[in-house]
C-alpha cells in the first residue's frame, strides 16, 4: 500500500507493517493505524506515522536502544491486550518532543507506547511512577547513542522512494 | 457523575475489588491510599492530560538531522 506523509513523502509498504491501535494514540484518539518510518539522517529517532493522516508523523526512540536503565512494568492484561505470546515482539517506544531548540528535546518516559510487532497491535499506556518523568532530557542520550551505534530492528519501513 | 462527601478514615468502594481510602485531610490535599487489582492501572490524571499535550507537540516537530553528529 501507498503510504503518503507530509514529512518525508511517500512510501510503498507492506500492509504486514501497518500497526493497529485499537484506542487511537492519546490526543489522536480517531487514528487507529501507524507504520514505523526509519530515517536515516533523523535516527535513533524513529517515527510512528499514521496511515490515515499525513501530518500526524511522532517521532520516537527505542528507548531500551537509548537508555540502559530504563525499566517498565507492563501488566499481564496489557500483553493480553496486544495479544502477546512472546516477549521477542514486545517493541517500547517513547515519544520524544523535539523544539526548534534540539538540544532541549525531552522524551516522555511515564508514556511509553508498547507494540506486538508480530502482531501489529500497539497501545500507549501511562504509567506513574516517581522514575518516569513525562520531560526527560534526552539530548545527551541519543548524542551518545549515536557515537556508539548499532540499533536493533524495529521492523520500519526504510526509506525508499 | 457521582458526588460523595467523605472524611478522614472512611471510604469507597468500588466494582468490590477497588477501594480507595481517604487517609488524611490538611488544608487542601487529601492524601488517598487505593487498593486495586493489578490490572488496573492507577495514575494521576494530569499524567494523561500532559501526555496528550506532549504526542500533539511532538508532531510539530521541526525538521532535524543528526548526520553531522555521526562518527
Known amino acids: 500500500m501507498l ?16 500497526i493497529e491501535f485499537p484506542s487511537g494514540i492519546p490526543g489522536f484518539e480517531d487514528l487507529h493505524y501507524y507504520i514505523i518510518l526509519e530515517i536515516p539522517q533523523t535516527k535513533p529517532i524513529y517515527w510512528l506515522q499514521s496511515t490515515e493522516n499525513k501530518y500526524v508523523a511522532l517521532p520516537v526512540i527505542l528507548t531500551f536502544e537509548i ?3 530504563y525499566y517498565i512494568d507492563i501488566r499481564e492484561n496489557e500483553l493480553e491486550d496486544l495479544m502477546v505470546e512472546s516477549q521477542n515482539d514486545l517493541l517500547v517506544m517513547n515519544v520524544v518532543v523535539i523544539p526548534e531548540q534540539v538540544e532541549q528535546m525531552t522524551v516522555n518516559l511515564a508514556a511509553p507506547i508498547v507494540i506486538n510487532t508480530k502482531r501489529g ?24 547513542s549515536l557515537i556508539k551505534g ?12 | 457523575m457521582l458526588v460523595l462527601s467523605r ?27 487505593i487498593q ?11 499524567l494523561l ?12 516537530t521541526p525538521n532535524i538531522s ?3 553528529a555521526r562518527p
Not at chain 1, 504509567?127 to 541519543?142: E, F, G, M, N, S
Not at chain 1, 548499532?150 to 522512494?161: C, F, I, L, N, T
Open chain 1, 67 to 69: 537508555l540502559d536503565d
Open chain 1, 3 to 18: 503510504i503518503e506523509t507530509e514529512r518525508f513523502g511517500c512510501f510503498d509498504t507492506k500492509d504486514s507493517k501497518l
Open chain 1, 121 to 144: 497491535i500497539g497501545k500507549q499506556i501511562i504509567i506513574d511512577a516517581q522514575a518516569l518523568p513525562i520531560r526527560w532530557p534526552v539530548y545527551d542520550a541519543i548524542m551518545r
Open chain 2, 7 to 33: 472524611k478522614a478514615g472512611e471510604g469507597i468502594t468500588v466494582n468490590q475489588d477497588i477501594s480507595i481510602e481517604i487517609l488524611s485531610i490538611e488544608g487542601d490535599r487529601v492524601r488517598i491510599g
Open chain 2, 66 to 68: 543528526f548526520g553531522a
Open chain 1, 150 to 161: 548499532g540499533q536493533q530492528d524495529a521492523g520500519a519501513v526504510q526509506e525508499s522512494r
Open chain 2, 49 to 60: 492530560d500532559q501526555t496528550i499535550d506532549l504526542n500533539r507537540a511532538a508532531v510539530k
Open chain 2, 36 to 46: 486495586a487489582p493489578r490490572d488496573v492501572r492507577i495514575y494521576r490524571s494530569e
